[in-house]
């Protein structure tokens, strides 16, 4: 029983031991970061060429991205338009084909619903036929004259 009780408080400790470490993550604390950083040296001017090396390779890199950017928009916007004129395309060639047997295709539209509020007629799920209500909800009032 003794052993039991240990247990049942040794263990949540050893949780909460665990709990209390920093947790690690893979995100690099610089952006700017390279591997001319790993490069070492006590000569004060081969260290001011490993600076300027740096600073074009970091100008050189971020040109680069600049430029994929730019390359990717472009792809996006003639993605979209290559889809679209084939969309256009499937669309034709579907008319094409309903022309041919209009009986036998059916386009299967959706029906916006009833604005009930604002509704001239009966609901049609409570009447058979739809009807105009007694009282109109949206009667307008006469125009004033100017004077």
Sequence with gaps: MNRFMISLLVIPMIFCLQAQEPIKTNKKPNSNATFIDKIETKDPEIQKELDKLKKDFINDRDAINRDFEIKKENLKKQKKKEMEELR????????????????????????????????????????????????????????????
């Design 88 to 147: 256009n395309e499937y669309k034709k060639r579907i008319k094409s084909l309903k022309k041919k047997h209009p009986q036998k295709i059916n386009s299967n539209k959706k029906v916006k619903p009833l604005d009930k509020k604002n509704s001239d007629f009966e609901d049609p799920r409570k009447s058979d036929n739809n009807t105009p209500l007694k009282e109109s909800k949206n009667k307008r009032k006469p125009l004033k004259p100017k004077k």
